[in-house]
């Protein structure tokens, strides 16, 4: 059985306010007008066309913004309205951070260790703290919920909580963004042994770091990711990220390398040192790992940014090929697009065909096809013992669509983020949705 990918529904308060500093797309598109509907039908069009290649979909829940007890948590009291009003009159910032959508990007939302790998034969979920990005540190509590809402059955299961965020631990945790799991052969599944790469940005051995943006991860919390999970250490890699590429605007791993099964696909620039990353791969996953690796002179990393062709989805279909689904920029940029081409046309990889996807409202605020979705290699036991009702079919997606055109605004502009009424449609929404999907009473609001 291959991996469950599990996307983030995009929430009603999807807007553009640039919170992501280092995230060079999210920072260019600051202040422009957003449509929350649109974006929320363009990942289901999305898990729609993963499913119709015959991989498994499941979806995991936006979380409840604008959120309120975040405000009253920094003294702010009264009503709900009161609060919104005085917050946007003193502090819209902290207004943009306490309603925005980015726990879309489940990439983030937690590393998976599937059972095939751990010590006590259960897939561990590790939610990620996100400490770098203020507006994301308070997602951890709810994600770490909706996760034990899904994967529900502790014999199968282990949602741990995300590592502590103070600076003293250098636990910087971006969850499955800068995690990495590869097999000996095109199965990706939770039956198949695996060997992980972690890739940081800092470690205190660091000899090189970013001079312009953050490094976000850090070896530290890396390495404890794995101890939770009790991991074999001789099938793990830890790699750092170059310190170039997170200064060119690649603040994750996945924005520069994306790996399935026994493909790796990567730029030349995407770690540190290079060399000796790729010969540890090799050794630990063995003769079988094919690395398709783009070259500066093929690809800059100005075109590997503003294409995320390093974000798209690397998917292992029924007949054992894969599939790289792409954001539609990719196509639009003739080098990117020949790139592609050339590696399409290699008969020494298993890559059977491109795809592109329309997922520009995600990607103007800084994320692609991949930073949408939280792969979940499961054997079929553990399939069975995932909550059903977050996994996509056809009479599923139908009431997600209908979900979104009942609840979600065609348009949004940061003065609408202190209207009470966007936050009692918000509030609704999560409510029906949770019904929707059987997740229980998971929002600060429901309890």
């Known amino acids: 059985m291959p991996e469950v990918n599990f996307d983030g529904l995009i929430g009603p308060t999807h807007s553009y306010a640039g919170l992501s500093y280092g995230n060079v ?18 990942g289901l069009a999305k898990m729609e066309a993963v499913a119709a290649l015959g991989v498994l979909q499941g979806v995991l829940p936006p979380h409840e ?83 034990e809402a899904t994967f529900q059955n502790p014999a199968r299961f282990a949602v741990h909580e995300a590592l502590p965020s103070n600076s003293s631990d250098d636990y910087g945790d971006e969850g499955a963004a800068n995690h990495t799991r590869l097999t000996a052969s095109s199965d990706n599944s939770g039956d198949a042994r695996g060997v992980h790469l972690f890739v940081y940005g800092a470690a205190q051995s660091s000899t090189r770091t970013p001079a312009r943006f953050p490094a976000r991860q850090t070896r530290s919390a890396s390495e404890r990711v794995a101890q939770l999970a009790r991991l074999d250490p001789a099938r793990c890699v830890f790699a750092q990220q170059n310190a170039d590429a997170i200064d060119a605007g690649v603040f994750h791993n996945d924005v520069i390398c994306v790996g399935n099964g026994n493909a790796l696909f990567c730029h030349e620039d995407a770690f540190e040192t290079r060399e000796a990353t790729l010969n540890a791969l090799r050794a630990a996953v063995g003769e079988t790992l094919t690395i398709i690796e783009l070259t500066r002179e093929e690809i800059t990393l100005e075109e590997v940014v503003k294409s995320y062709l390093f974000n798209s989805q690397l998917l292992t279909l029924p007949d054992h090929t894969m599939a790289l689904l792409c954001p539609i920029e990719c196509a639009e940029n003739p080098r990117v697009k020949a790139a592609i081409d050339r590696v399409l046309a290699d008969s020494g990889t298993s890559l059977s065909r491109a795809i592109f996807m329309d997922v520009r409202e995600s990607m103007r605020n800084g994320g692609g096809p991949a930073c949408l979705r939280l792969r979940v290699p499961l054997s079929d036991a553990d399939l069975r013992a ?11 997606l139908a009431a997600l669509r209908v979900w979104v055109n009942t609840h979600y605004r065609e348009t949004l502009h940061a003065d609408d983020l202190a209207d009470p009424a966007l936050l009692r449609e918000s509030r609704s929404a999560l409510d029906e949705l949770t019904r929707l999907l059987a997740l229980g009473n998971i929002y600060d609001f429901q309890r």
């Open 65 to 147: 913004r604008p959120h309120v007890p975040t405000l009253r948590a920094h003294g702010y009291s009264g009503s709900d309205a009161e609060i919104l009003a005085l917050v946007a009159q003193e502090n819209s910032v902290l207004l943009a951070r306490v309603s925005s959508a980015s726990a879309m990007w489940t990439a983030n939302a937690a590393t998976v260790l599937p059972s095939a790998d751990t010590a006590d034969g259960r897939t561990h979920f590790v939610t990620a703290n996100l400490r770098a990005m203020f507006h994301r540190t308070i997602e951890p509590v709810v994600t770490a919920r909706a996760l």
């Open 386 to 396: 995932v909550n059903q009702e977050t996994l996509l079919t056809p009479a599923k």
């Open 25 to 42: 797309a999210s920072s260019k598109n600051q202040g422009a007008l957003s449509n929350p509907r649109a974006a929320a039908l363009q």
